[in-house]
């Protein structure tokens, strides 16, 4: 009986406890508030339960950049009501006083909400567990006075767990965009909402993402990349026509480098579908991948395609040039075709998708040659390069080399010093047969960079495209140095 009483009192100081905290997280994610900055008009709030972020959203676009930043599992909702489009736009071109200015009244504005929200938890969890208090008492229960002591002691570490792990803790270099909509190019369409009409999605990134970004996170002491040179990057099509019109718009006006993999057998069929490709980048730079083929090759550089193999670029008489490097846009470009492409000869057989030994050596030594001449290296085959990029990374180049990869369909970016080894992840979803929901998402990547005094990556964006249901995600890593920190 005795023991029946201790439980029963446990039991209703247990229920007093999750009683305020049901009402403290209620009250979070019920409490809402509206500011006016100089650029617009924002909605603050917090959703409990989800991975800590700190998460700017623009409605009337349907884009939003997510900051993980938040330590305790919930996510910091700041939702842009209204946008002053010029005031954006001077923000996008680095304004330093502008930005300084709105940066600002962005901070205060979040803060005065996050205090606000924590006392009105606080507050509400507190109410909560003193009205099921007094509900509970009496009968062979605990006393008022403890479970009172009960809500008041949980209202109190909520309040400090929320004042420790809700505000967001610092600003991040690695941002990532997303949105929704109900086609894939639904992503990379033009904004014209914000009145964006005749740019390109270049500008439409970076002056209405990147620059109502800035609202909320200073650039990590970097300057802006908005004015640099960019291209594109993409892989692993596998003959998806239906992912080239995102493709062409993503690239238009700039290179667009093509790892590998544009066909799966590289037969006359298929070749005759992707040609278009061609036209989608200014220029379009391309390496074979091993479900592409040795005829296909050809018929690209014929096309005006800058076709680049081990031993050059193919000439329009179907030889290689054997220059160690091509220049394309001022950039110093090596590709190396892939061993296992698919040849005419052979009836277009699949030679597998493992390199050999040997064949890793051979790239590691093509690699050396060009280690100190080439700025950008185009691989299909991560496991081909294996070798190679090992030993870049045990002995870094003394330049900034960006190496290309494909074949995993799954995008990735690794940067260390001068090295950086960069997966667009697969543009076409896998392929044709593969757009369900089950699939893999389509994937691209944008470089930019700078070249004054010699190139040097900037930033990497890795966009990535569901096409189930058309919603987009990017990803910017930053590749340069901090404004104090030598390069």
């Given at each position: 009986m ?10 209703v ?11 403290g ?8 508030l ?14 409990p339960s ?8 623009v409605p ?15 996510r ?39 205090r606000l ?8 969890a507190l ?13 062979s ?8 002591a ?52 270049d ?11 800035r ?24 003959n ?15 290179p ?13 069929f ?36 800058i ?16 220059a ?34 040997a ?27 294996r070798?190679?990029?090992d ?22 970016i690794?940067?260390?010093?001068n ?47 569901d096409?189930?249901?058309?919603e ?13 920190e030598?390069?």
């Amino acid at each position: 009986m005795a023991s029946l009483r201790r439980m029963r009192k446990v039991l209703v100081v247990a229920i007093v406890v999750v009683a305020s905290l049901a009402g403290g997280i209620t009250a979070l994610a019920s409490f809402r508030l509206d500011r006016s900055l100089d650029v617009g008009s924002v909605r603050l709030s917090v959703e409990p339960s989800r991975h800590g972020a700190l998460d700017l959203y623009v409605p009337v676009v349907d884009w939003g950049v997510r900051f993980p930043v938040v330590r305790l599992p919930a996510r910091v909702n700041v939702d842009v009501r209204s946008v002053n489009r010029d005031a954006v736009v001077r923000i996008a071109e680095a304004g330093r006083l502008d930005t300084e200015l709105v940066r600002g009244q962005a901070r205060d504005a979040l803060a005065g909400y996050l205090r606000l929200a924590i006392l009105v938890s606080v507050l509400a969890a507190l109410a909560l567990g003193v009205l099921v208090a007094f509900a509970v008492r009496g009968g062979s229960g605990p006393r008022l006075r403890t479970t009172l002591a009960a809500a008041g002691v949980t209202a109190l570490a909520a309040g400090v767990a929320l004042v420790v792990l809700l505000p967001p803790r610092s600003n991040v270099d690695t941002p990532q965009y997303y949105a929704n909509g109900p086609e894939v190019p639904t992503a990379l369409r033009t904004l014209e909402a914000l009145g964006a009409s005749a740019k390109t999605l270049d500008e439409e990134l970076d002056q209405q993402l990147v620059g109502i970004a800035r609202m909320v996170t200073a650039p990590a002491g970097r300057p802006p990349v908005e004015r640099l040179p960019r291209l594109t990057v993409a892989a692993d099509l596998h003959n998806n026509v239906l992912a080239l019109p995102a493709l062409e718009r993503a690239a238009r006006g700039g290179p667009l480098l093509f790892v590998g993999d544009l066909t799966d057998r590289g037969s006359p069929f298929e070749q005759s579908l992707v040609l278009r490709i061609v036209r989608s980048g200014a220029p379009f730079v391309f390496v074979s991948g091993n479900h592409d083929s040795d005829v296909l090759e050809r018929k690209l550089a014929r096309a005006g395609a800058i076709v680049l193999t081990r031993d050059g670029r193919l000439g329009g008489d179907d030889r290689p040039d054997g220059a160690l490097v091509t220049r394309v846009r001022g950039l110093r470009i090596a590709g190396y075709d892939d061993p296992l492409k698919r040849l005419a000869r052979d009836g277009y057989r699949d030679n597998g998708a493992t390199p050999t030994p040997a064949q890793q050596e051979e790239f590691t030594s093509w690699l050396q040659a060009r280690r100190n001449l080439a700025d950008i290296v185009m691989v299909h085959e991560p496991a081909l390069a294996r070798l190679a990029v090992d030993a870049l990374r045990e002995t870094p180049p003394t330049k900034p080399l960006v190496v290309l990869e494909g074949h995993t369909h799954k995008s990735g970016i690794e940067h260390v010093g001068n090295l950086t080894v960069l997966n667009p992840g697969s543009v076409g979803g896998g392929g044709t047969g593969n757009l369900t929901e089950l699939s893999g998402d389509i994937g691209l990547a944008r470089l930019t960079y700078s070249r004054n005094p010699g190139f040097a990556p900037a930033a990497a964006d890795l966009i990535e495209i569901d096409p189930a249901d058309g919603e987009a995600r990017a990803q910017r890593r930053r590749l340069d140095p901090p404004a104090d920190e030598p390069r």
